[in-house]
């Protein structure tokens, strides 16, 4: 089971950071993905991990202000957002799928947590 945490409502420009924990099972063996849904809107991938942490992807539209990462000891992966913005909007929810690879989409995946809202007002 995966359980998101630290969403919230923010302002334009301020920083959250979003963390992914795992329960019943090793995420370290795991790919993890960082996906968001606004309102109205499909769910769209925003970046991803391979199960050991050195490789990673992110989309276009965050890649500069959003971290991925993961603590495998704590069994946690981690989304820093910085320089939100109010498109940044959506609920956000980690992924995990017993792949090789950093995987972008959503089909991929094996299982999903559900969800937490990051709300950017402007």
């Known amino acids: 089971q995966l359980v998101e945490s630290g969403g919230g409502l923010v302002q334009t420009g301020d920083s959250l950071r979003l963390s992914c924990a795992a329960s019943g099972g090793a995420l370290s063996i795991y790919a993890v993905g960082w996906f968001r849904q606004a309102s109205g809107k499909e769910r769209e991938f925003v970046a991803a991990?391979?199960?050991?942490?050195?490789?990673?992807s992110c989309a276009d539209s965050v890649k500069g202000r959003f971290t991925i990462s993961r603590d495998n000891a704590k069994n946690t992966v981690y989304l820093q957002m910085n320089s939100l913005k109010p498109e940044d909007t959506a609920v956000y929810y980690c992924?995990?799928?017993?792949?090789?690879?950093?995987?972008?989409?959503?089909?991929?995946?094996?299982?999903w947590g559900q969800g937490t809202q990051v709300t950017v007002s402007s």
């Open positions: 991990i391979n199960y050991s942490g050195d490789s990673t």
């Open positions: 992924a995990a799928a017993n792949r090789f690879g950093v995987l972008s989409k959503t089909y991929e995946y094996d299982y």
